[in-house]
Nanobody, 133 residues
Framework: QVQLRESGGGSVQAGGSLRLSCAASGYTYTRYCMGWFRQAPGKEREGVAAVYTGTGSTYYADSVKGRFTISYDNAKNTLYLQMNSLTPEDTAMYYC??????????????????????????WGQGTLVTVSS
């Protein structure tokens, strides 16, 4: 059974940085898409970044492009999200997710523009990021 566990959330002032981690276990696939999503209070869940492990290709929502960096360490089976220049608008619960059987990240990147991502194979429990002004 695939398991994802996020860590690294916390409180930071505007302009600060945080690095989120997502440890993956329970599978041996080598090519799949992993993504970061977030949900702010009262808002829909949105996709913010994705990486396809087979090629290293990365994708970002416009709202985080240039500030966030997604990466995946194959040796550690760990997904990261480096978040810089944080603003109060980045305050949300952040989730990692895995799309294990696709050959690209289209199901994750569709969530960048509001399409639901309910069909993804695994989700973490979330880690809270709070950015104060």
């Amino acid at each position: 059974q695939v398991q994802l566990r996020e860590s690294g959330g916390g409180s930071v002032q505007a302009g600060g940085s945080l690095r989120l981690s997502c440890a993956a276990s329970g599978y041996t696939y080598t090519r799949y898409c992993m993504g970061w999503f977030r949900q702010a209070p009262g808002k829909e869940r949105e996709g913010v970044a994705a990486v396809y492990t087979g090629t290293g290709s990365t994708y970002y929502a416009d709202s985080v492009k240039g500030r966030f960096t997604i990466s995946y360490d194959n040796a550690k089976n760990t997904l990261y999200l480096q978040m810089n220049s944080l603003t109060p608008e980045d305050t949300a619960m952040y989730y990692c997710a895995a799309d294990l059987f696709q050959t690209d990240c289209s199901r994750v990147t569709n969530a960048f523009v509001g399409q639901p991502a309910n069909a993804l194979d695994a989700w973490g429990q979330g880690t809270l990021v709070t950015v104060s002004s």
